[in-house]
């Protein structure tokens, strides 16, 4: 999945819609919860544990860890032994992932500086550092079996597949491709021809990242290894690979059949020259995320990726050129345009493709909504958008539409049918609208989570910090309270005071 791509992961960040939604203390939970602690019982029970089990024992190892107070205490090691007995022949990250909403949401009612506060990426970041820890456990346990593994003459054959895709892992993550490299050249002396698929992501931050990753794709093709590394995606920064190394790139993705790409910082005349270099017809690329250096970006090397899902062509000036991925067969279901200077025209043709019926999540933030044409087109295309779920209208100077304008897009949104997330953050809104107007969205039957942003007039010699944090914590209640009135579910809101220096109040 492409980074900022979160519509398929809502129940990871969502909080539960009550907190007794929390059903994670079933008798199976609790039994497992019990023997995690201890390494030396687990590792004598996994003999006579069921396998249908194992699964509600990671589950449970995850659950605890994700919890527990402190964030600093490690994955219990009874989870590698685990994982180590593992009695199916594939192993997928993600797809043993347990759902992990918050108990609650803790925001960050006010900062000194103009960042953007997210707690939903602040959980993501918490949950990709979980599944980073697990996946160095299940490399480390793969390894072990690759060389083989008995433990009281039963014999744990090698994996036959295992996939620790599609979560974005940290900076210096342990699964990188020249550690790879070495620890992955495990010829077979036995001559048995078994070979573990293994499947991650991966990042080339320069040439020695990009030789490793040469020498994986040949030790798979020229059977060096009995670990099979294969890349469901690939990112890049441009800035730090020379151009023959770009061309390189491009045709271990052309040979490898990468599902999805991520390139930083490119110049536009470099990037549709390579992507022509790619084989049009298939291709099994379902997402692509391209930065350019350019005042002016073509989209014409998109419109040939037939098999495309995901994209995102944030801050790139595409002004009346959007139709051109209009004509993609496949229903786009996560789009960012952040950023990319749209017009009418573009919001009518994307209103009149199939994409609106396949968006799950679309971000129109940067666009200015300030004058009356431009927010038609935004009421307009949201008549048409049926199943999205993440909309993000950040920086776009709603606070300077008029009261009228701004009540007529609350309509608007609040009749979206499967909106659970709205970021409307840096749209500095005045206390008065929002107290008045947020009480709207009580409306939107499965709305869960707003982030806005508000301005404060405060002087401060005579309210200090604390005092504005409290004063825009009891604000955010009693909006919160106002907008679950009626409500089985609840909203969350994230309000983020933004001190305003300027003297006009309206």
């Not at 797809?95 to 949401?105: I, R, T, V, W």
């Not at 009580?442 to 301005?455: D, G, H």
Request: glycine share 4%.
């Amino acid at each position: 999945m492409l980074n900022g791509c979160i519509y398929h992961l809502l129940q990871y960040y969502l909080p539960p819609d009550k907190d007794k939604d929390l059903n994670f203390l079933s008798l199976h939970h609790l039994a497992s919860s019990a023997i995690l602690d201890n390494e030396d019982v687990i590792r004598s029970i996994l003999l006579e544990v069921p396998p249908h089990l194992f699964s509600v024992i990671f589950k449970t190892a995850i659950i605890k860890k994700y919890y527990q107070s402190d964030k600093s205490m490690r994955l219990p090691g009874s989870l590698f032994h685990l994982i180590l007995q593992w009695p199916y022949e594939e192993f997928s990250l993600l797809g043993l992932m347990p759902a992990l909403p918050p108990q609650s949401l803790k925001f960050k009612c006010f900062e000194k500086k103009s960042t953007i506060c997210d707690p939903l990426k602040e959980l993501q970041m918490e949950i990709d550092e979980i599944c980073e820890e697990v996946a160095v456990m299940v490399y480390r346990a793969m390894l072990t079996r690759s060389e083989g593994y008995t433990v009281s003459d039963r014999v744990y054959p090698p994996f036959k597949r295992v996939d620790l895709s599609g979560y974005s892992p940290p900076l210096g993550s342990y699964l990188n491709p020249s550690l790879l490299v070495h620890s992955t050249y495990l010829p077979d002396d036995s001559g048995n021809d078994k070979k573990t698929e293994l499947i991650i992501d991966v990042c080339i931050d320069g040439t020695n990242d990009l030789i490793a990753v040469e020498s994986l794709v040949g030790m798979r093709t020229q059977n060096k290894s009995n670990i099979a590394v294969i890349f469901r995606k690939v990112k890049f920064l441009t800035e730090n690979i020379a151009l023959i190394d770009i061309a390189k790139i491009f045709k271990i993705i052309n040979d490898n059949n990468i599902e999805f790409l991520d390139i930083k910082f490119v110049k536009s005349p470099i990037i549709e020259e390579y992507f022509s270099s790619l084989c049009d017809k298939n291709n099994k690329i379902r997402g692509i995320c391209v930065s350019l250096y350019s005042k002016e970006s073509s989209l014409g090397y998109i419109s040939s990726f037939n098999n495309l899902q995901q994209l995102d062509i944030s801050k790139q000036n595409i002004k009346n050129k959007l139709n051109l991925i209009c004509s993609l067969p496949k229903g786009l279901v996560y789009l960012n345009l952040d950023g990319a200077k749209l017009s009418c025209d573009d919001f009518s043709a994307l209103k009149q493709s199939h994409h609106v019926n396949s968006l799950k999540q679309l971000n129109l933030s940067g666009t200015n909504f300030n004058n009356l044409d431009k927010l038609q087109c935004l009421l307009s295309l949201l008549e048409h958008l049926p199943n999205v779920k993440v909309l993000e209208l950040n920086y776009c100077r709603l606070h300077e539409c008029s009261e009228d304008m701004f009540i007529t897009l609350l309509d608007a949104l609040h009749t979206l049918p499967n909106l659970a997330v709205l970021h409307l953050k840096m749209n500095f809104f005045s206390s008065t609208w929002i107290t008045s107007h947020f009480v709207k969205f009580s409306y939107c039957k499965t709305l869960k989570y707003i982030s806005s942003s508000i301005r404060i007039y405060i002087n401060y010699l005579n309210m200090c910090e604390v005092q504005i944090k409290k004063y825009l914590a009891d604000l955010q209640t009693s909006i919160e309270n106002d907008l679950c009135l009626g409500r089985d579910k609840p909203i969350h809101l994230g309000l983020r005071g933004i001190i305003w220096c300027n003297s006009d109040r309206n």
